[in-house]
């Protein structure tokens, strides 16, 4: 029965191969769990779920999103007013701060903005 245990134990021991992907090799987190864990944190603070994630970086001081949000929902729906949030977080993806950058109805296209965004 011991053999049966330790084979067990064993199995147990090595790593999880769908959870690899969590965490790099440094024991950062991955860019997707930076972007799951600062669309969380941000509905947290605002009360507001986030609809997307329109830009993402890695920078010097850990990692910058621009999120959109639902802030009014009208009907019909392209009425609906959303928002672009700045989110900044540190290298281990804990939101450092945030802010509103703009407004604008759902169904509106936008001018052209440099970079992008």
């Known amino acids: 029965m011991s053999n049966t245990n330790n084979t067990s134990d064993a199995q147990h021991s090595h790593h999880d191969p769908e959870h690899t992907e969590d965490r790099t090799a440094d024991d950062r987190p991955s860019p997707m769990q930076v972007l799951r864990h600062a669309r969380i944190q941000l509905a947290e603070l605002t009360g507001m ?17 621009e999120v959109e949000v639902l802030e009014l929902a009208r009907v019909p729906d392209t009425m609906s007013l959303m928002a672009s949030y700045q989110v900044d977080l540190d290298p281990d993806g804990q939101l450092t701060g945030y802010r509103r950058v703009r407004r604008y109805e759902r169904g509106r296209a936008d001018a052209h903005r440099p970079g992008g965004r």
């Open 49 to 65: 779920a986030a609809e997307t994630v329109s830009s993402f970086e890695q920078t010097d001081d850990g990692w910058s999103l």
